[in-house]
């Protein structure tokens, strides 16, 4: 199986290189973020004509995630347990949720789009619902896999956070001044680790980022961030065999801000091939 997760930056305007992408890489399962459209604005047709099946969810011309896969997706979830929500202006425990994470069942592989809220600055109330966001989806990790530690589960997405230096090559990103580097954020993502995922991708492309502001030359300089990620259990992280960040899709005409990130699954297990048993 071949999972990616691409910040695609609005799917109507660039339906067809996200589906000539997913064709030509072969993609299984591919979860978008920033879709910027409700479900029934969704390009359906254009993703059923390659072969795929979508499940997007969106409310308004912001955020929006969406799941695109060549099998069944099952037990459909629109937002995880906890997940909170947040209005400028509202202090109240039940803001409204925004269009941030979608999850489902794929050949027994749980995999959820997220695009975890950017934060904005250090003093704004986004930057503690980013905060308060992430602890959620920390919880939510830690119960599921509390229940099944045998359970394939994949948190892809755009995190807006680069969680070590190296992830860092944005000069005008600095540590105690801006979001995405400061150290609260970054003890979130560790949290995450911690409660029994790890990087897949990392160990397998030592560099690389996955993100590039269009302003101030920013791609052609490579001031990037890598902020997309694919977080897996331990039995997702075991059955990683590849994996890649699609730098090129970043060139050409009016590319997303991100690329994709690819991993590639093997899910046989070691007793699971054709071979004839031998008595």
Known sequence: ??????????????????????????????????????????PYAEFE???????????????????????????LQIGFPGMPGFQKGYDGPDAPQE???????????????????????????????????LEALRGYTADSLGANPDL???LTGDFNIA?????????????????HVSPPERAAFQSLLDAGLSDTVRPLVPTG???WDYKQLRFPRNEGLRIDFILGSRAFADAVVGAGIHRDERKGEIPSDHVPVVVDLDL??????????IW
């Not at 030509?24 to 604005?41: G, T």
């Not at 950017?118 to 308060?132: C, M, T, V, W």
């Not at 046989?268 to 048993?277: A, E, F, H, S």
């Open 209 to 211: 980022y996955t993100y």
């Open 49 to 75: 004509a390659a072969g795929y099946t979508v499940e997007a969810h969106g409310l308004n011309q912001w955020n929006g995630v969406a799941i695109a896969s060549r099998e069944p997706l099952e037990d």
């Open 163 to 179: 969680p070590t230096d190296a992830d860092n090559g944005d000069p005008t990103l600095v540590e105690g001044v801006s979001t």
């Open 1 to 42: 199986m071949r999972v990616a997760t691409w910040n695609v930056n609005s799917i109507r305007a660039r339906v067809a290189r996200t589906v000539d992408f997913a064709v030509r890489e072969n993609i299984d399962v591919l979860a978008m973020q920033e879709i910027k459209c409700k479900p029934e604005q969704f």
């Open 99 to 133: 269009a941030r994470a979608i999850g489902a069942t794929v050949g027994g592989v749980t995999v959820w789009s997220l695009y975890v809220p950017n934060g904005r600055s250090l003093d704004d109330p986004h930057y503690a619902y980013k905060l308060a966001w």
């Open 268 to 277: 046989t297990g070691p007793d699971d091939d054709d071979r004839p048993m």
């Open 152 to 154: 394939a589960l994949a």
